[in-house]
């Protein structure tokens, strides 16, 4: 397999709607939706939340992630250590916080070199195992995202995905099966500052971004994927959303929403103001003060969901998310 592979990058904070666009990519022909792929070493040896696949299997007995865990172990070594080695490298090399590094500097020291060069060999594996031309890669650690142009033999685009920091700060509230719960202060802050990096990125590599509110998507699902089908350069009629509703299959993720494992005809819901509910005046106004300035710039509104969308498809670029 020698053609330059296409990964596709969501960036921005959890619980942005990142599981359901990624399995409903997953269903257009030659696409891959894996999940957060940064937690397989992680949740592949138990140090994870959880350690089971999108196909319902354990990540070791997975036919697909059995074989991709042990790329790059030394011989004669354990899987245990390798891990250990990769997760080191994640920490030191690859967090938020190195996002701007990343970006002026590369792959500037031979750890992240050789985590680059791991990476190109784990997407490449993933490719020839599945017959995948995109893989999309739902990690959303801008740290990751800001290192894929360094790795070899793939061409990256991003999508960076913005929900509203209420509807975050409602979903943070209970926990979920294998997702333990955080506080509305907790989720704005990690919001405000995983979608700064996330938009470092995007205005680095404008012309193969796009920016994506969450609810814009919900407000129309099928012409959301055509255009994130345009961004990568396939092709529309591949679009597998009818109307609301997509007939979602069996999938690879590593991780994700605990939603990743429902198969089936899924309609996509047109609404996303269960905050409106379960958040008190006093959260909602601690959440639009952490999230500020970002808040307003990405169209929410202290009264409400957020203006219309101004693009076709429900669509900006992300130069225009920036810039507002």
């Known amino acids: 397999m020698n053609e330059s592979l296409t990964v596709l990058s969501i960036t921005g904070w959890c619980r942005n709607g990142s599981t359901i666009i990624g399995n409903v990519l997953g269903e257009v022909p030659g696409f891959l939706h894996v999940g957060e792929l940064h937690f397989l070493w992680k949740n592949g040896t138990g140090r994870g939340v959880n350690d089971r696949c999108g196909?319902?299997?354990?990540?070791?007995?997975?036919?697909?992630?059995?074989?991709?865990?042990?790329?790059?172990?030394?011989?004669?070594?354990?899987?245990?250590?390798?891990?250990?080695?990769?997760?080191?490298?994640?920490?030191?090399?690859?967090?938020?916080?190195?996002?701007?590094?990343?970006?002026?500097?590369?792959?500037?020291?031979?750890?992240?070199?050789?985590?680059?060069?791991?990476?190109?060999?784990?997407?490449?594996?993933?490719?020839?195992?599945?017959?995948?031309?995109?893989?999309?890669?739902?990690?959303k650690i801008p740290g990751e995202a800001a290192l894929l142009p360094h790795v070899p033999g793939i061409t990256t685009y991003y999508l960076?995905?913005?929900?509203?920091?209420?509807?975050?700060?409602?979903?943070?509230?209970?926990?979920?099966?294998?997702?333990?719960?955080?506080?509305?202060?907790?989720?704005?802050?990690?919001?405000?500052?995983?979608?700064?990096?996330?938009?470092?990125?995007?205005?680095?590599?404008?012309?193969?971004?796009?920016?994506?509110?969450?609810?814009?998507?919900?407000?129309?699902?099928?012409?959301?994927?055509?255009?994130?089908?345009?961004?990568?350069?396939?092709?529309?009629?591949?679009?597998?959303?009818r109307g609301r509703t997509v007939e979602l299959h069996g999938n690879h993720t590593v991780t994700g929403n605990p939603d990743r494992f429902r198969t089936g005809p899924t309609t996509v819901r047109d609404a996303d103001d269960t905050w409106r509910r379960t958040l008190t005046r006093g959260q909602r106004l601690a959440v639009t003060a952490l999230a500020w300035p970002l808040f307003t710039r990405y169209g929410y509104q202290a009264g409400g969901t957020g203006r219309r969308p101004r693009h076709a498809g429900g669509v900006s670029s992300a130069a225009d998310a920036t810039e507002r």
């Open 55 to 139: 196909c319902g299997g354990r990540l070791t007995d997975c036919p697909l992630w059995s074989e991709i865990l042990p790329i790059g172990m030394p011989a004669g070594g354990s899987l245990e250590a390798h891990a250990a080695e990769v997760i080191r490298r994640q920490r030191t090399r690859v967090r938020t916080r190195h996002t701007w590094r990343l970006l002026r500097r590369g792959a500037y020291d031979e750890p992240t070199r050789t985590h680059a060069a791991l990476m190109s060999r784990v997407y490449r594996a993933v490719a020839e195992r599945t017959g995948a031309r995109v893989i999309v890669d739902s990690t």
């Open 160 to 241: 960076h995905l913005v929900r509203d920091p209420r509807a975050v700060a409602h979903s943070w509230r209970e926990p979920k099966e294998y997702v333990y719960a955080m506080s509305a202060a907790r989720s704005t802050a990690y919001w405000h500052g995983f979608n700064l990096a996330s938009a470092a990125i995007t205005r680095r590599h404008p012309q193969r971004s796009m920016f994506l509110r969450y609810e814009e998507f919900i407000a129309d699902p099928a012409g959301t994927v055509d255009a994130l089908l345009r961004l990568v350069g396939a092709d529309p009629a591949g679009n597998p959303v």
